[in-house]
């Protein structure tokens, strides 16, 4: 280990670009990983959401367009079209002590629209990481 350390100035040295990208990558996911963190919402897998419907009713709100949730969804899922999506909605207001998950066809929509709810108060968000495409990946199973 020590001949390691004794070298590795030279290796720094000799592989410049190399050591800066690494340092570069090790920052992102750093980073990446930090937000995650303070983002407000939790970020849940296909079985977790399973887990969270089955034991605390959350309430699911897909945010798929209208033809994706045609094609398949999540039972029990809410369609909420993004143009209509309100987090300041009375319906919303309603529902503000209990779960709330978040999903989408892949995961990007919802995400922004977990954040949202966050910000206006809501405290248990969750959110679908992967979307639709990862619960099928799971193949768990979706109606039409």
Not at 30 to 43: A, C, D, Q, T, W
Not at 55 to 77: E, P, T, Y
Request: net charge neutral.
């Amino acid at each position: 280990m020590t001949e390691i350390l004794h070298h590795l100035p030279e290796f720094i040295g000799n592989h410049y670009l190399l050591v800066m990208l690494l340092v570069a990558l090790l920052f992102i996911l750093i980073s990446n990983e930090v937000s995650g963190l303070f983002r407000g919402y939790k970020s849940l897998t296909p079985g977790g959401l399973t887990q969270l419907i089955n034991r605390n009713d959350a309430l699911l709100i897909d945010m798929s367009s209208k033809q994706d949730f045609d094609q398949g969804h999540i039972v029990g899922a809410k369609h909420v079209p993004q143009s209509q999506f309100d987090p300041e909605s009375k319906d919303l207001v309603k529902v503000k002590e209990l779960p709330i998950a978040m999903c989408c066809k892949t995961g990007q929509t919802s995400a922004t629209a977990a954040a949202r709810l966050v910000k206006a108060g809501f405290k248990n968000v969750y959110w679908l990481d992967g979307g639709l495409a990862a619960w099928r990946q799971a193949d768990l199973p979706v109606v039409k």
